[in-house]
């Protein structure tokens, strides 16, 4: 009788088993499902907490006030109100990422923003001088910092502990004894309290929308061709897919007119929200595409470890420091553009408090080495729901800090949990 047939493609000659077959990535989609399921168990969560967070904050104030929550007008005013918070998380983002503080950044943002307001009205500068002189006092007050925190090593807590102080001082210096400057030039007023042209709102949503597919598409293309893991197509179009239907909703309820008054024509994309997502995308390709981006990853996981790879921990410090101030100052110049006025208590409060729980919530660790830029987005995004969503409630102020606070500390202990997580199975 004959042998049966074997199917079994033989191995090439002289080949053995690498020894790595089962470590082959499963790109399938429920491979690619599995796998996140995964990384959620083992303590690497992400966004995750912030999108929850943020559907379930919508879901409770659509409930609770259905007929001025989900407005067009209301969500116009939210996103305005998230974007001096959102713009100064950002740039804590970085500093946060190396394990640091920046406890002046919501002062410096006030500094910057009596520069802009005094070069205006006092000095007549036009306003692109006045907005650039305010960005180059961030950034030297970044280069400040971050030299007595990377150079002279003294720790961050300290130094900008004493520079939150330090400024506040300076900003009444600048604002006076009057104690408040209005911002009356058009084009930064603008900022936040005008919209652009409903035709060019959509015109950019499409390009938005094009630019993201295309660059989605064109690295699934790169990661097949080169035999790299990568997701499957059906998951990537989906992505694509969502991102342009939220994107495509968005801007048909900003293109509604909002007037309360039929003699008022208000509709289109607030220009804040542009100039938010520019800045995202700049700086989560900084952060992702770039050798200080990874530095910046470097240091905040093993800082030694960093420096016996040779990478220049004091500058990376520096530079973080710098891009954190500036970015505080853009945040100062659009606080000033929604009041339309600067005082001496711009930027004070609660102003940093904030923004750190805005990093946080949308997933930046406390501990460094973890978050991203669409981190202080999300986070900044579910701040303003809660003040907004309980400012329509009309709940008592106290309710608000205690609401707030209670959500930053669920966030910080889901933070240290998901790291313990992380420890105990190896991630």
């Known amino acids: 009788m004959s042998n049966p047939v074997s199917t079994t493609k033989p191995e090439p000659s002289g080949a053995a088993p690498a020894g790595f077959e089962a470590d082959r990535p499963d790109n399938s989609v429920s491979g690619v499902v599995r796998g996140y399921v995964d990384k959620v168990r083992g303590g690497d969560l992400g966004a995750l907490p912030a999108v929850l ?47 640091d503080i920046d406890l002046s950044a919501g002062v410096v943002s006030g500094v910057c923003a009596a520069v802009l307001a005094q070069l205006l009205a006092q000095s007549g500068a036009p306003w692109y001088v006045a907005i650039l002189a305010a960005c180059a006092a961030g950034a030297l007050i970044g280069l400040f910092t971050g030299t007595l925190v990377g150079i002279v090593g003294i720790p961050s807590f300290v130094v900008t502990l004493a520079l939150f102080l330090a400024f506040q001082g300076v900003t009444l210096r600048i604002i006076g004894q009057g104690g408040t400057i209005p911002v009356r030039d058009e084009v930064v007023q603008g900022i936040a309290n ?25 690295r699934w293309r790169v990661q097949k061709a080169r035999g790299l893991a990568h997701q499957p197509l059906a998951v990537v179009a989906a992505r694509c897919v969502l991102i342009a239907v939220i994107l495509v909703v968005v801007t048909a309820i900003l293109s509604q007119d909002r007037a309360l008054s039929a003699a008022v024509d208000l509709e289109g994309i607030p220009y804040a929200v542009p100039l938010v997502v520019i800045l995202l995308l700049l700086l989560t390709f ?43 100052a853009i945040s100062g110049i659009a606080a000033a553009s929604r009041l339309a006025s600067v005082t001496a208590a711009s930027g004070a409060g609660n102003t940093l408090l904030y923004a750190v729980g805005a990093a946080v919530i949308g997933g930046t660790s406390l501990f460094g080495g973890r978050g991203r830029v669409r ?17 329509l409630l009309g709940v008592e102020a106290y309710l608000n800090f205690i609401i707030t606070g209670g959500v930053l500390l669920l966030a910080a202990s889901v933070d240290a949990l998901a790291r313990r997580r992380a420890a105990a199975t190896g991630h």
């Open 286 to 328: 900084v952060l992702s595409r770039t050798s200080f981006g990874r530095h910046v990853y470097a240091v905040g996981g093993n800082a030694e470890a960093a420096r016996r790879a040779g990478i220049n921990v004091t500058r990376i410090r520096v530079l973080v420091f710098v891009l954190s101030s500036t970015m505080a």
């Open 375 to 391: 981190d202080a987005v999300l986070g900044g995004l579910v701040v303003a729901i809660i003040a907004n969503g309980l400012g």
């Open 194 to 218: 005008r919209n652009l042209p409903v035709t060019l709102g959509w015109v950019l949503t499409a390009v938005a929308i094009l630019l993201y597919a295309a660059i989605q598409l064109n």
């Open 53 to 99: 967070g943020i559907v379930a904050l919508g879901l409770l104030f659509f409930a609770l006030r259905p007929n001025t929550f989900l407005t067009p007008l209301n969500i116009s005013n939210l996103l305005v109100q998230a974007v001096p918070i959102t713009l100064l998380a950002m740039g804590l983002v970085f500093v946060l990422l190396l394990g």
